[in-house]
Nanobody, 126 residues
Framework: QVQLVESGGGLVQAGGSLRLSCAASGRFFRNVYMAWFRQAPGKEREFVAGVTWSGGSSRYADSVKGRFTITRDYAKNTVYLQMNSLEPDDTAVYYC???????????????????WGQGTQVTVSS
């Protein structure tokens, strides 16, 4: 079992920045894929960014490329999402997720993930 705890959400003005954190604990193995998803009211959960925990390239949704960066801290078992140039359309609950597979197939599909955090609210005002 893996536990994920997100933090770092909040209210920010358009153009501002936030950094989200996701701390993993429990039976956490290195051969996993970690990702951030978000869900706005009335919308489906969507992939934001992801990275193979043991190394490799990261992947981003087109809507956040050039503005968001996903990184990981091995010593802390934590993955981060640095969000810059935030826009009102970025307003959503952001979730951290772990997938017990490093296959590139399905990385943007929420149902392919095994563990989820509780979510953290990000609100961007115009």
């Amino acid at each position: 079992q893996v536990q994920l705890v997100e933090s770092g959400g909040g209210l920010v003005q358009a153009g501002g920045s936030l950094r989200l954190s996701c701390a993993a604990s429990g039976r956490f193995f290195r051969n996993v894929y970690m990702a951030w998803f978000r869900q706005a009211p009335g919308k489906e959960r969507e992939f934001v960014a992801g990275v193979t925990w043991s190394g490799g390239s990261s992947r981003y949704a087109d809507s956040v490329k050039g503005r968001f960066t996903i990184t990981r801290d091995y010593a802390k078992n934590t993955v981060y999402l640095q969000m810059n140039s935030l826009e009102p359309d970025d307003t959503a609950v952001y979730y951290c997720a772990v997938r017990e597979s490093t296959s590139v197939v399905g990385t943007t599909t929420p149902t392919s993930y095994n563990y989820w955090g509780q979510g953290t609210q990000v609100t961007v005002s115009s």
